[in-house]
């Protein structure tokens, strides 16, 4: 018989109407899944007994067939083209603002909005790859638990953006997953340790994952978590400890010029050496080399602790900014939670302990506590418990704003606003007769337009013409539960009105999502190919329709022969998106992006210099 | 006859009581739903109703009331590990039919 679990009083569950909930940490090393069991948050193992699920995806073969976690790291180091790991780095991202993308082993695809990798199944996008993941973590859940999924509340770093925000609900949409809430890291640690019951304070979460590092500020007051300040180094993590106590090996047992796998062998040997330091003052690492030669040697924690000193400090300059940015002095500091596996090296603990004065909250296991956070508010939001005193809210990130005349940020919804949300500004026309106005959504602090991130663009049409100055245009901005936005203005006197739901504008709108899902339930046999194809066609027309607004903006720049050839590679792109051959549209695909690189490049001079203009015209 | 928990359970419930940080006991019970008539009622207790029974096991409280003791008499609750699921289990002497899934039951 199915098996149950004890609920709050009076919340039994209907036979068959589970209110199960899960709480996901996609992490940008390791993805974990919670949920509650009988009241208490627990995170679920795979059936190997592994907790944390290595976030890396391997497409295996060209039908799109996946290895997940354990099974596609080992495989990064002989296959890194098609084993995709720290995926997160590249959500909602373009190459432009990824600025490692030349040490990354990936073939990147350079498309409008997102970043896209090319693959021996085809051209994937971030998004697709989290959703491998997530699906993956789904089905560990579903084994897990008596019933159906409600829901699962996701966790993302506080300083994600729409963007990346959106990116990660798409992907578990993709991934047949519904989102009750999008979670900051930092809330969901915070609201595992139970801060969110009444402790209200200052509170610095430090989280040292596997190859990142960020810190955040909140601010809890009546039962609001506010994000005071974030800061971090996007490439400190505890790989970097490992690092270090193999480069001492190295030195220790005079070895250079290893092989590849040595190297493999002595750098796990050392990560071992750094997990047994955190439990034991001493240790031993040890590992045969592939020709037969022994390393054997003793580290002890406080040789450890030398060699590692700097990688601390380290952590202590973004913890030093962040306070800085919040106003905060470190003795103003309620409480420190630690979270990520890293935390657990004792000189760690120490550091943060000396540095704010007071022992950090660690009795929770830091690598599942943001899953155990997300868990319970997943719990709380499926109606699984009762005595609701505490409604927590979460606040937007980053200030919301559209773009006023002289390229400057009129910021609409500030930072820290609790979410849900809607506010409104009325804003004017600036030229006699001026009948239209376009509404560009921006998202960040600074006050250069050029220093925010570009949300949207939309167009208010058919304000009557009025003088400068009489037009009454109210813009009204909205944030769900979530933190996604959408935008609306209306001119009060003719009533005339337009809206748009910011969708970052890479890849897939909800229905397209929509209907690769309900498609792929459809036809589970032919499924992979018709969601390979379907995205290959979503992809082709996304370039076909760029490519033509790009010849109707900037046509003029090409010659009849350049033009000639780029209208040839667009019809074979239109004809192939006709077909249901799925490599063709990719060849088409991949031909078009190639006779049009010396035509985007011009574009982007002639926008610089109009910029450029722009910016003169300012001055004057 | 009574209603007792296996060791397993009384494991269990003592912990997920000590987690929650509150309760006097559990509640065991049936309502009338499901597709084969009857469902299990499974809950945290935290207080007492006054036509409540209770019974004591490894010693926790284990809840009912009368109505509902005449379709569970001689219950022992086990929890048990099924692949990755785990839970409690209803070993129900009176049951005759369950649905396939085994959420409701007929006496």
Not at chain 1, 188 to 197: E, F, K
């Given at each position: 018989?199915?098996?149950?679990?004890?609920?709050?009083?009076?919340?039994?569950?209907?036979?068959?109407?589970?209110?199960?909930?899960?709480?996901?940490?996609?992490?940008?090393?390791?993805?974990?899944?919670?949920?509650?069991?009988?009241?208490?948050?627990?995170?679920?193992?795979?059936?190997?007994g592994n907790c944390l699920l290595p976030s890396v995806v391997r497409y295996l073969d060209e039908a799109g067939q996946v290895a997940i976690g354990h099974v596609a790291l080992t495989a990064i180091s002989q296959d890194p083209i098609n084993a995709i790991a720290s995926v997160k780095r590249l959500m909602g991202r373009g190459l432009k603002d990824i600025g490692e993308a030349g040490a990354l082993p990936y073939r990147f695809v350079d498309a409008p909005g997102m970043v896209q990798l090319q693959t021996r199944a085809g051209i994937k996008s971030p998004v697709e790859v989290s959703a491998e993941i997530l699906r993956a973590l789904k089905a560990r859940a579903e084994d897990s638990l008596t019933g159906d999924l409600m829901g699962a509340v996701i966790t993302v770093p506080a300083y994600f953006d729409d963007a990346?925000?959106?990116?990660?609900?798409?992907?578990?949409?993709?991934?047949?997953?519904?989102?009750?809430?999008?979670?900051?890291?930092?809330?969901?640690?915070?609201?595992?340790?139970?801060?969110?019951?009444?402790?209200?304070?200052?509170?610095?979460?430090?989280?040292?994952?596997?190859?990142?590092?960020?810190?955040?500020?909140?601010?809890?007051?009546?039962?609001?978590?506010?994000?005071?300040?974030?800061?971090?180094?996007?490439?400190?993590?505890?790989?970097?400890?490992?690092?270090?106590?193999?480069?001492?090996?190295?030195?220790?047992?005079?070895?250079?010029?290893?092989?590849?796998g040595d190297a493999r062998l002595l750098l796990s040997a050392a990560r071992q050496a750094k997990e047994a330091l955190s439990e034991h003052a001493h240790t031993r690492l040890s590992a045969v080399l592939q020709d037969g030669l022994l390393v054997d040697l003793a580290l002890a924690r406080d040789t450890f602790r030398d060699i590692?000193?700097?990688?601390?400090?380290?952590?202590?300059?973004?913890?030093?900014?962040?306070?800085?940015?919040a106003g905060i002095g470190a003795d103003q500091v309620k409480g420190v939670v630690m979270v990520g596996g890293a935390t657990r090296m004792p000189q760690i603990q120490q550091a943060v302990a000396e540095f704010?004065?007071?022992?950090?909250?660690?009795?929770?296991?830091?690598?599942?506590?943001?899953?155990?956070?997300?868990?319970?508010?997943?719990?709380?939001?499926?109606?699984?418990?009762?005595?609701?005193?505490?409604?927590?809210?979460?606040?937007?990130?980053?200030?919301?704003?559209?773009?006023?005349?002289?390229?400057?940020?009129?910021?609409?919804?500030?930072?820290?606003?609790?979410?849900?949300?809607?506010?409104?500004?009325e804003f004017t026309t600036f030229k006699d007769g001026q009948t239209a106005m376009s509404i560009h959504v921006l998202q960040g602090e600074r006050e250069l337009v050029s220093d925010c991130r570009s949300l949207a663009r939309f167009t208010l049409r058919g304000i009557p013409p009025m003088v400068a100055g009489a037009a009454r245009i109210r813009i009204t901005f909205q944030v769900d539960a979530d933190g996604l936005l959408s935008v609306s203005a209306?001119?009060?006197?003719?009533?005339?009105?337009?809206?748009?739901?910011?969708?970052?504008?890479?890849?897939?709108?909800?229905?397209?999502?929509?209907?690769?899902?309900?498609?792929?339930?459809?036809?589970?046999?032919?499924?992979?190919?018709?969601?390979?194809?379907?995205?290959?066609?979503?992809?082709?027309?996304?370039?076909?329709?760029?490519?033509?607004?790009?010849?109707?903006?900037d046509g003029d720049l090409l010659d009849a022969s350049e033009r000639n050839v780029i209208d040839t590679a667009l019809t074979a792109c239109e004809q192939a998106c006709l077909g249901e051959r799925t490599r063709d549209i990719n060849e088409a695909v991949g031909r078009l992006n190639q006779v049009t690189e010396a035509f985007a490049a011009r574009r982007m001079d002639r926008n610089i210099q109009r910029a450029l203009k722009g910016q003169k015209i300012g001055e004057l | 006859?009574?209603?007792?928990?296996?060791?397993?359970?009384?494991?269990?419930?003592?912990?997920?009581?000590?987690?929650?940080?509150?309760?006097?006991?559990?509640?065991?019970?049936?309502?009338?739903?499901?597709?084969?008539?009857?469902?299990?009622?499974?809950?945290?207790?935290?207080?007492?109703?006054?036509?409540?029974?209770?019974?004591?096991?490894?010693?926790?409280?284990?809840?009912?009331?009368?109505k509902s003791l005449s379709y569970i008499d001689g219950t022992e609750l086990d929890y048990v590990k099924e692949g990755l699921n785990e839970g409690f289990k209803f070993n129900n002497p009176n049951v005759k039919n369950e649905c396939g899934c085994g959420e409701s039951f007929n006496v």
């Open positions: 018989m199915a098996l149950l679990q004890i609920a709050e009083p009076g919340l039994s569950a209907a036979p068959h109407q589970h209110r199960n909930a899960i709480g996901i940490d996609l992490g940008t090393t390791n993805s974990l899944v919670a949920t509650v069991r009988s009241g208490s948050a627990t995170v679920l193992p795979d059936a190997d990346q925000r959106q990116a990660t609900k798409d992907a578990a949409q993709l991934a047949g997953i519904n989102v009750l809430r999008l979670l900051n890291e930092p809330t969901a640690a915070a609201i595992a340790y139970g801060l969110d019951n009444g402790a209200e304070g200052i509170y610095v979460v430090y989280d040292l994952g596997g190859g990142t590092f960020d810190v955040s500020v909140l601010r809890l007051a009546k039962g609001v978590f506010e994000v005071l300040a974030t800061s971090g180094d996007s490439a400190l993590g505890g790989d970097d400890f490992d690092h270090r106590v193999y480069c001492w090996a190295l030195e220790e047992a005079g070895l250079s010029g290893l092989s590849p590692s000193r700097n990688l601390v400090q380290k952590t202590l300059l973004p913890v030093k900014k962040a306070l800085r940015d704010f004065g007071q022992a950090p909250l660690n009795n929770l296991d830091p690598d599942k506590v943001v899953a155990l956070g997300a868990a319970i508010q997943a719990n709380l939001l499926a109606g699984n418990k009762q005595d609701e005193e505490w409604l927590l809210l979460d606040v937007i990130p980053l200030s919301l704003g559209i773009e006023t005349m002289g390229g400057l940020t009129e910021k609409i919804i500030p930072r820290n606003s609790t979410i849900p949300v809607a506010r409104a500004q209306r001119e009060q006197t003719s009533g005339a009105a337009a809206s748009i739901e910011v969708k970052p504008s890479y890849g897939l709108s909800d229905d397209d999502i929509g209907r690769m899902l309900s498609d792929s339930l459809a036809h589970v046999r032919d499924d992979i190919d018709a969601r390979k194809l379907r995205e290959a066609q979503v992809n082709a027309q996304g370039l076909i329709e760029a490519t033509r607004s790009a010849i109707a903006a | 006859m009574a209603i007792t928990l296996s060791e397993s359970a009384a494991a269990h419930v003592s912990n997920f009581i000590a987690k929650r940080g509150k309760g006097l006991g559990i509640r065991l019970g049936v309502k009338t739903s499901g597709c084969s008539g009857m469902a299990y009622k499974l809950e945290f207790v935290d207080v007492e109703n006054p036509d409540d029974l209770f019974f004591e096991s490894h010693g926790l409280r284990v809840y009912t009331d009368e």
